[in-house]
């Protein structure tokens, strides 16, 4: 069956722009999360979705903001971009809100120069 | 709350040697514990997962670890360590249970030579 899928796989924004990022789960998963990793700190995370509801959030600025859609599809929002948003983004799904395993997406290189 | 240390930032074995890589957490909780490896511009793969069953709990390509409250460990090991092997690993805690948050440790490169 597919996998995590996270799209585009690579992107490069300037300062003040906004960017959405978009993460397709495993069939029948109805839960989704976003992780950003950086050289500097490491895997964080961002936040949260179980049938489109927002279950968690990590400690993030309200810049960067998220929605899951009736089919669990997932997006990701960062307005007004900055350089220290640079990173790999990724998403995990899993069938069910709660650690019962997830499975990662190969993620979503942000570059912002 | 909950955090996990992994004591090593750097491992290097040699090709069919032992690998050892320790994780501490800490959590107010009764714990679930991951470990994830990380390939090169890969996305994070589920190595195994203690979820408070049984203590030794064993993952995909030949990696076990072992649960002990005790001394809040959770070491990763594998009898001999293969060239592909060599990657990010990172131990993972959660509350367990509905609490969905991860908390990744700060990650052991593993390096393996010939």
């Known amino acids: 069956k597919a996998g995590v899928t996270q799209t585009p796989r690579y992107l490069i924004k300037t300062r003040g722009q906004q960017v959405t990022l978009s993460c397709s789960p495993i069939?029948?998963?109805?839960?989704v999360s976003w992780y950003q990793q950086t050289p500097g700190q490491g895997l964080q995370f961002l936040f949260e979705?179980?049938?489109?509801?927002?279950?968690n959030k990590g400690n993030f600025p309200g810049r960067f903001s998220g929605r899951q859609f009736s089919n669990s599809r997932s997006e990701m929002n960062v307005s007004t971009l900055e350089l220290g948003d640079s990173a790999l983004y990724l998403c995990?799904?899993?069938?069910?809100?709660?650690?019962?395993?997830?499975?990662f997406g190969s993620g979503t290189r942000l570059t912002v120069v | 709350a909950q955090s996990v240390t992994q004591l090593d930032s750097h491992v290097s074995v040699s090709e069919g040697t032992p690998v050892l890589l320790r994780c501490n957490y800490s959590?107010?909780?009764?714990?679930?514990l991951f470990w994830y490896v990380q390939h090169p511009n890969k996305g994070l793969q589920l190595l195994l997962k203690?979820?408070?069953?049984?203590?030794l709990v064993k993952g995909i390509n030949g990696f076990e670890a072992e649960f002990k409250k005790s001394e809040t460990s959770f070491h990763l090991t594998k009898p001999s360590a293969h060239m592909s092997d060599a990657a990010e690993y990172f131990c993972?805690?959660?509350?367990?249970?509905?609490?969905?948050?991860?908390?990744f440790g700060t990650g052991t490169r593993l390096q393996v030579t010939l």
């Open positions: 995990a799904s899993s069938f069910r809100e709660g650690t019962y395993g997830y499975t």
């Open positions: 069939s029948g998963h109805r839960s």
């Open positions: 993972v805690v959660s509350r367990g249970g509905t609490a969905s948050k991860l908390t």
């Open positions: 203690y979820t408070s069953a049984a203590t």
């Open positions: 979705y179980f049938s489109e509801t927002q279950r």
């Open positions: 959590s107010s909780y009764s714990p679930s």
